[in-house]
C-alpha cells in the first residue's frame, strides 16, 4: 500500500490537533509538481519515496517544519529547483533543513578512506546544525532500504553496509530502538541472504516451540508482581535476527548456546518499583549475578534505562527479564525523537544536548582532529557503544569505552590533570597507567607536576578525547623545539659568515614572508627552509652554491653527511644503527642538538614523527671513519678469537672495541666494535672473516 498525502495528515493532526496543516499540502503541491515524470528504479512514481520518508517522519512525530522538509528532501537534488525557491515558499527553516539534506545526499561513504572521512565530517557538521537533518536522513535511508530489491546485487551490499556501518549505529546512538534493529535486519538480509534465512527459520521455530512456556513465566510473573500490589504489563520477546547474528559471529558459539533468545519485559510505575519487581523476580527464580546490569543508576549514552537480569527460570531454563518504568519503555524505542518531540525551535535543545554528549564530542572533535583520517576513526569508535561505567571518588558515574585506562579517566576530568598523569588508585589499590577500566572501579587519579605526556601515551589511551589532548601537547613540544633549533641553526650560520653588521631577524622573516620570527626559525628548525636561502643577500657568492657541510678536522664525523638546504650543522650518527657512507640514511631533528642521522631500516625511524624526518644524502668525496659494531658467531676453540682480529687487522681496520662470550652447545659469539670507512669496505671485511675456518654467523648490529 503506497502511502498518501491524508495518511500523513491523519498522522500529524493526531498529535499536532491544533496545527495549520496547509504548509504540508502545499509541500505535497510542490514535491509532486518537481518530481513530475520521475520514476524510481521499481517503476512507481518518485513521489512515493519523500511521502513514505515524510509519513516515517510524522509516525515519529516530529514538528510540521520536520514534515515539508521531508516531502521536499529530494526536490533540488533532482531538478532545477534553487535552495532560494524552497525558502520564498516554506520559509528560512524548511529551507535550511532541506539544503542541509542535499549537501549530504551525495555522501558515499564507501569511498577513498579520506574522501569518506571528509563526507562524514560533512554530515555531523550538517546535522549539527539541526537534528532535524539526521532524522529525515535516517528515515530516507530507511525506506531506501526497504526498497533495495529493485538495486543490482553490488550495490545492495555497498549500500547495506554502508547502513550497518554508518546509519543503524547513529540510529543507535540517537536511542531510535526500532530504527535500528529494522536497518539492521534489512542489511543483513542483503549481505547474507542464507545465514538470515536459517536463523530467522531457527529463531521462529523457538518462538513457536517457548509458546506456552514463556506464557507460564508470565503469567507467574504477572500473578508474584501482583501479590505486592504492583501493577504491572508483561510482555514477551525473542531476539532479533541480527542480535543473534552478531553474537554467533562475534562470540564464536553455536545457536545452541546463545540462551538468552527468549525474554520477558516487565513495565512498572515508578523506579522504586523497577527495584521491587527485580527483588521479587529473584525471590523466585535464581538469577546468574555476571548478568544483573542495572542501566537505571548508570543510563546508556542514548539514554537507555532499564534493569537487566538473567534467571534461571523454570526447568532450569535461562530467561533475560527487563525491568523499566512505562517512560523509559517508550524512550528505549524512540529515543531523542520521544524527547525531541513538540520542541520548538530548530536547535538541540539544553536538555537534549546534554543527553547527546556524544554529538557534541563529536563537533568538539571535529575542530580539533585536523587529520580527516584521525577523525573518522574517532568517530567509529565512538558509535559503537561497548562501554564501561566506572565512579569518581565522589560517586559521579563516567562512562568510557571497552579498554579505556586511567588516562583516559584523568583527561575526561582535566586536562591538565591527564598531563601530569602517573596513575590511578583503582578501589584503593595503586594500578600503573596501562590498568583497563572495569565497570563498578572506583577511579581516584595519582599525579604528579614533574609528569608529562609522552608518545606511547597514544597506545595507552583509548578515547578520542585523550588521544587528542596527549598529541597537542607533543605537537605544542614540538614546534618549541623546532624554534629553538632553527634559530640555532640560523646563529650558526650567521656566525659563519662573519658579517660586519647585525642581521635583523624580523627582517629576514619578513622578507621570507614569515608573518613571526618564530614561524621562520620553526620553518628553518623542521628543515622545509634552507638558511641559505633566507640568508641569501647575505652569503658571499661561492658559498650561495654549495651546499655541503665542509669538512672540518676538529668536527669529525660531520663531513660526511649533506643535509640539504642546510650548512654547517651538527650531525650526529645514531648509536642505536650506526650508519655507515653506503647505507640508506634520514636525518632526524632532535631536540636542540642538531641532526641525527639513522639507517633507513632502523626500527627506531618509523616511531618518529614524519615532521621532523630531514632528508640527508652521503658525501661522496669524504673519508672518514665510522665506528660500527657487529657480532661473529663461531666455534668455541682455541685461536678462533686470533684469526678473526688478524683478517680485521689485514684490512688496516682499527678494532676499538671487543668481547667473546660463550654460549650453548660449543660456540661463542664475538662483538666487535671497528672503524670503517663505507660500506663496501665492510663487506669485504665480512667476507674475509666468513672465510675462516669455524665461522658460522656474521651480523652488523
Ligand atoms: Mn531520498
Known sequence: MTVRINDILDVVSSYLPDEDLRIIEKAYVFSARVHQGQTRLSGEPYLNHPLEVAHIIANLRLDATAVVAALLHDAIEDSLTEVEDISAQFGEEVALVVNGLTKISKIDFRSEEEQQAENFRKMILAMSKDLRILLIKLADRLHNMRTLEYHTTSSQHRISRETLEIYAPLANRLGIYWLQV????LSLKYLDPQGYQTLKAKLDTIAREKEQYLEDVMARIQSKLAESGLRTEVKGRIKHVYSVYQKLIKQGIP??????????RV???TVAECYEALGLIHSVWKPIQSRIKDFIAMPKANMYQSLHTTVFGPGGGRIEIQIRTREMDFIANEGIAAHWRYKDGSQISERDGEKLSWLRQLLEWQKELKDPKEFLQSVKIDLYPEDVYVFTPKGEVKRFPVGATPLDFAYSVHTQLGNQCIGAKVNGKIVPLRYKLNSGDVIEILRSSKQH??????RIAKTSRAKTKIKSWLRTQEIEQSISLGREILEKKIKSLHLSKDVDYEELAKESSFEEVDDLFMSIGFGRTSVNQVLGKYAPEEQKKTQRIPGTKKKQDSSSIIV???????????????????????????????????????????????QRLIPVEWDNNASESHEIEFSVTCVDKPGMLGFITAAIGGRNI?????RASPISSGSSVCIFRVMVKSLGELRDLFNDIRKL???????RQ
Do not use: Q
Open 693 to 699: 675456518k669455524g665461522v658460522e654467523k656474521i651480523e
Open 267 to 269: 513495565l512498572v510505575g
Open 182 to 185: 529494522e536497518l539492521e535486519e
Open 654 to 658: 682499527n678494532i676499538t672495541k671487543m
Open 564 to 610: 640539504k638546504g642546510v650548512e654547517d650543522l651538527l650531525v650526529r650518527y645514531a648509536k642505536c644503527c650506526r650508519p655507515i657512507p653506503g647505507d640508506e640514511v634520514v636525518g632526524f631533528i632532535t631536540r636542540g642538538r642538531g641532526i641525527t642521522v639513522h639507517r633507513y631500516t632502523c626500527p627506531y625511524v618509523s616511531e618518529i614523527d614524519s
Open 255 to 264: 545457536f545452541e548456546d546463545v540462551y538468552d533468545v527468549l525474554g520477558v
Open 453 to 458: 605526556p609522552s608518545k606511547d601515551w597514544l
